[in-house]
């Protein structure tokens, strides 16, 4: 039981009206935060624009002492700061920008009581002498943003997070809050046993975000420059707009800037390769200017708080359904209208791939990446409602169609396209491996002058004829999505083989259906679903 003299809800609601403006709490917020005014852990899971800061400011203020935040980027952690000073807050950020001076004020003002919330990275509590300095102080609590960060099998790992277990043996009396936009059941095992937060209270939110129109476009041909151009297109369709336009590299990301801005658009290249004053300036000037563009990779994002952002388009697909739910999620804050536009195609696939390939990880952690990876591209190629799909990954089983999105205002037809599949497969086992998609195509129909003489004698040579090229590459492309079909991603001109074992063989014995969209040319497709 709780004394008398503790902060309440009703406290909690009379700050959050007179400091933020806000009529009241909204979802899960006052669980949350009288969760943590009880002295509890907590671990929250809320989607982008859920108002997860505010679930910690509220009782570190409340609370005696100071409220300690580690967050993961100094971009974050500024803007966080400079809203809660102008809004009256005493609060101060530590990071590796802030000068000696500044400094022995800041941990002067924390000992004399004058602070609520102090941030500080990971990589500064790390170092030890902090974490001496905050044992002599009061602590309120300690929330950890973006606290995904800490789990190998999240889309974000941070090896400095690991070390926030420590907070647990260093601060036993301190409730910890750990909060974030993206968690599968995985993930949040992690955060609860990396972080030590075995006696916390979970609280998960819904990740419906019935503002957003979800739709997914596959790439007409692996061409940058057709790529580039339906970008263009689907812009300045949207001409007057603000949105974000995501690039899978730098070089990506700085080409289809300039292509944006020769074609009349406001568009403002931003990606690691840039210096943070350079960053933060186009930052500004994207927060500041109506109608601008970010042509951005992955550097940008985390924390942005830019309410108007009408559309997010990605160029490039995301490596994960997590991270496109939380890039997409950048779109809309403010309740209204949003699009999150994706484009993809088979040679994204291989690239993700390799990208992970080369990336230093245990196998075991690849591994899931992959399947992260290929999920999302499941998704992207599927026909089931885009957002139902994201949320139901996200443990949401009982979530419904949206009735926005792509696949719900125009239910594709489905072709059922498993005894071609059967084709495509048994082709690629006989083959050993041996070709790239082109090639596999050119067997499958029989029509190729580069024909081997062993190859003649497959059985599967000449096998789908009466299925025409395209329409080969639309099957071959929709296995390789599903995973069936594997491009070896350590090869400059990919060579297909063949999936996960158990599931090509349920496809062999017709005990998984295989669907595509497009009715493949020449082809009398048999059984339609979805909608006549
Ligand atoms: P998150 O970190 O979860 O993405 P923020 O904490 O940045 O979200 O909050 C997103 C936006 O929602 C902010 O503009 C914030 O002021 C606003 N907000 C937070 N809580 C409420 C509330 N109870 N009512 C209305 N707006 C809120
Ligand atoms: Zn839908």
């Known amino acids: 039981s709780r004394p008398a003299q503790d902060p309440t809800l009703d406290d909690a609601r009379s700050l959050l009206s007179r400091v933020w403006g806000h009529a009241d709490f909204r979802g899960l917020q006052s669980q949350v935060v009288d969760e943590i005014l009880a002295g509890r852990d907590v671990l929250a899971v809320l989607p982008t624009g859920g108002g997860k800061s505010v679930c910690y400011q509220i009782p570190a203020i409340l609370r005696p002492g100071l409220g300690l935040v580690v967050s993961p980027l100094i971009a974050l952690m500024t803007d966080q700061v400079e809203a809660l000073k102008q809004q009256g807050v005493a609060a101060a950020r530590l990071d590796s920008g802030v000068s000696l001076d500044e400094r022995s004020a800041i941990w002067a003002a924390a000992r004399s009581g004058d602070l609520d919330l102090l941030y500080v990275s990971p990589e500064g509590l790390a170092a030890g002498a ?50 974030t936009a993206t968690a599968d059941a995985r993930t949040r095992d992690d955060i609860l046993r990396s972080l030590r937060l075995e006696q916390a209270k979970v609280f998960v939110d819904s990740f419906a975000r019935p503002n957003l129109q979800l739709s997914a476009e596959r790439k ?109 999620g950048r779109g809309g804050r403010d309740g209204e209208p949003a699009e999150g536009i994706t484009l993809y195609g088979p040679s994204d696939i291989a690239w993700t791939l390799r990208r992970l390939d080369s990336r230093p990880m245990a196998e075991e952690v690849k591994q899931v990446q992959v399947r992260k990876a290929r999920q999302l591209f499941a998704m992207l190629d599927g026909a089931v409602c885009r957002a139902q799909a994201v949320r139901r990954y996200f443990g949401e089983t009982e979530a419904q169609p949206c009735g926005v999105c792509d696949i719900c ?27 790239g998609r082109g090639r596999i195509v050119d067997h499958l129909t029989g029509r190729t002058k580069a024909v081997q003489p062993w190859e003649q004698q497959l059985s599967t040579w000449g096998i789908g004829a009466d299925i025409s090229p395209n329409g080969w590459r639309d099957i071959v492309d929709h296995l390789l999505f599903e995973g069936l079909l594997v491009e070896d991603p350590n090869d400059g001109k990919p060579l297909v083989g063949l999936g996960d074992g158990e599931a090509v063989r349920a496809v062999y014995k017709a005990e998984r259906k295989i669907e595509v969209r497009r009715v493949p040319a020449g082809y009398d497709a048999g059984t339609r679903s979805g909608n006549p």
């Open 130 to 179: 902090m974490m001496d300095r905050l044992a002599e102080l009061p602590l309120s609590l300690i929330a950890i943003d973006e606290a995904h960060c800490v789990s190998q099998w999240g889309h974000d790992f941070r090896p400095d997070y690991r070390n926030l277990g420590l907070l647990a043996e260093r601060f036993p009396n301190v409730p910890r809050i750990a909060v």
């Open 220 to 328: 007409e041909s692996a061409s940058r420059a057709k790529t580039d151009a339906r970008v263009i297109e689907l812009v300045r369709e949207r001409r007057g707009k603000s949105g974000v336009v995501y690039c899978g590299s730098r070089d990506g990301c700085d080409r289809v800037a300039q292509a944006l801005r020769d074609a009349g658009t406001n568009a403002i290249a931003y990606h690691a390769g840039m210096d943070t004053k350079e960053r933060d300036r186009r930052l500004e000037r994207f927060l500041a200017e109506d109608g601008a563009v970010m042509v951005a990779t992955i550097a940008f994002g985390m924390g942005v708080d830019k309410a108007d952002v009408r559309f997010v388009i990605h160029a490039d697909p995301p490596g994960s359904l997590e991270a496109y739910w939380q890039e997409i």
């Open 409 to 435: 205002g125009d239910p594709p037809l489905l072709y059922d396209a498993t005894v071609p599949a059967q084709k495509a497969l048994a082709a690629v086992q006989r083959l050993g491996g041996r070709f």
